[in-house]
């Protein structure tokens, strides 16, 4: 890596000690060897192991690999929604999802309010088969509350919940007892390049599929019964990602090792001097209005100053990320991902202090 | 890497030069770069330029990045197909793309014959939108010939033409004037780690898959019209594995460097005294008994002794690739890709001389 720091939300910083496990991956050939060889399936156990105590998954919640979270929203859409999902949409990414609903001819539906704005209506349409939440809203800082997840899913006992972990795990704290299925993409809290995604599915989900499968086409070689079929065996339906997959599981472990819970502490902390730097700024201000609703991984701050500001910082060889679509030039978003330092980001905020 | 050299027809041995542009990628941070910034479009646009030269594909010709070639047999059944595709099937790979077809409720037909046998019925039955043809049947060694190619063409000058390039590019000349849409992964020929899947249509294919978009959902974010949305301003719908598609861009790149030619006659010999090994082995022969349609880049040899000569070479730190699926115990399978050197073969074929 060059000596600059990103801190852009994804394509992100990559993890410390990603360059480290990538040369012992080289060296232990582990793009070369057989996807069904004894020491590949290694490889999955351990990741998969791995990924389950750090997100703290319940008994019955399998771990399958996609190519990123853009393939979730399809998966889950060709698998469990044979009518309608309901969205809660308030930024470009939960947009998406309901988009890709729609792409697939699906009759859903959405509560759509201003980007970053908290939710006030938590109405579910009649017939709502899968609910799509989006834990970290990255295209505008806005986080979903494990208390709105936990009423969400005591309104809705026999609807699904997917929810949209990208850039929130492992960072945030999930109660995936809330959730049915989830799913990430590697390229922004751990830290990897981008070419994987996870995806996160319980055993309703499985009945779900199963029962669709009777009836219609799930897709083809990544359906959840196909999925569960090598899934099974810690294996893939077909020659995955192996390097990433690898790295993946290196990575996990890393953090497990140094403690899960010191490092969501530190990203509490990290995330505490980014907000009081930008509260006491006189050029930015925070986008999300709600203070509680206000990302612990994605600061979002908004400014009419933002081109030059992010300009200032790259000059310092510090990547800040713009804002994302039609807020490209108005905001500026911070990543606060596990790779990040403590002293990194105090650094970063004693910098944005002398900006004027 | 290890000291071993992977003979295997995929994941193969790493292209030699992999590891030095891996170590430019990481020092460049390509995999925090944006990518949506120049200096990812540059990349893009260097892998592009480098594949069509490399594949001399015709003008009209785009190259799309997938994430494998099951993902190509899915974007193609889903852009391209609306009741039926024909699939010539000899083998596991071809039968998966069948396979894949059924699985999405079309009503697709195959000419099926036994595995590494030639085909000889050439009928394609009516309302064939879509014909499936291997160029390299990776399980059993089969080789479609150019002529074949260019017969069926002239035959069904309507139909769409889908030909499977995994392990066949860039080391097998092939006319991409017969074919309207052809696609392969990294992790054979290239050398590269599994997770990046390239995918190449011409017009025709764009205009079915425009007129059907009117009608039907094609898929959501890799639909052939929002592929060449994006893939027009060098960009793709999602963050694409960028690591893997700056290094394929390179590894094309040397492989222009050292000549395509070059190239192109080594493979040429590899296969020759591959062939004359096997032929003058009194434990093996071949599988394929055409000797025209015998694979130059994936020589598939019989023998009741396989598992004990893969044994073998192993701990000599040659790793061979065993049959593929039922032939698992009586094949064995060696990678001719450019990555393999002239000596290495050459060594290869001097021990399997002394292999009792």
């Known amino acids: 890596m060059s000596n600059k720091i990103f801190f852009t939300p994804g394509p992100a910083q990559l993890f410390y000690t ?3 496990h990538l040369k012992k991956a080289i060296f232990q050939d582990i793009p070369s060897i057989s996807h069904r060889s004894s020491e590949f399936i290694k490889v999955m156990q351990g990741t998969i192991e791995a990924l389950t105590d750090l997100l703290e998954l319940p008994e019955g919640y399998q771990v399958y690999f996609l190519n990123s979270a853009n393939e979730a929203w399809d998966r889950i859409i060709q698998n469990l929604v044979s009518n309608q999902s309901h969205h809660f949409v308030n930024g470009s990414f939960s947009k998406k999802f309901y ?41 505008v800082g806005h986080s979903f509350l494990e208390k709105e997840l936990n009423q969400l899913r005591i309104s809705n006992p026999d609807t699904l919940i997917a929810l949209d972990i990208v850039s929130a795990a492992p960072s945030l704290p999930i109660d995936f007892n809330n959730v049915d299925t989830a799913y990430f993409s590697v390229q922004k809290a751990f830290g990897l390049p981008a070419g994987l995604g996870v995806w996160i599915a319980n055993e309703r989900c499985h009945e779900v599929a199963n029962q669709r499968a009777s009836k219609t086409s799930l897709g083809s070689y990544r359906t959840l019964p196909n999925l569960k079929k090598f899934g099974d065996k810690d294996q893939t339906p077909e020659t995955p990602n192996m390097l990433f997959i690898y790295l993946l599981g290196k990575i996990a472990e890393d953090i497990l090792r140094a403690g899960t819970k010191r490092m969501r502490n530190d990203t509490v902390y990290k995330a505490t001097i980014l907000n009081q730097a930008i509260e006491n700024h006189p050029l ?19 400014s009419d100053h933002s081109s030059r500001i992010i300009e200032n910082f790259k000059k310092k060889g510090l990547i800040l990320g713009s804002g994302y679509g039609k807020h490209k030039e108005n905001h500026i978003r911070i990543a606060n991902f596990p790779t ?17």
């Open 99 to 139: 988009d890709f609903a729609l792409a697939h001819d699906k009759q859903s539906t959405a509560t759509i309010i201003n980007d970053g704005e908290a939710y006030s209506s938590w109405e579910i349409p009649e017939g709502t088969e899968l609910i799509g939440v989006t834990k970290n809203e990255t295209s």
């Open 284 to 302: 930015i201000n925070h986008f999300v209005e709600s203070k509680e609703h206000r990302s612990k991984t994605t600061i979002v701050a908004k």
């Open 340 to 356: 990040h330092s403590k002293e990194s980001v105090e650094m970063l905020c004693d910098l944005l202090e002398k900006v004027e």
């Open 18 to 20: 990603f360059e480290e």
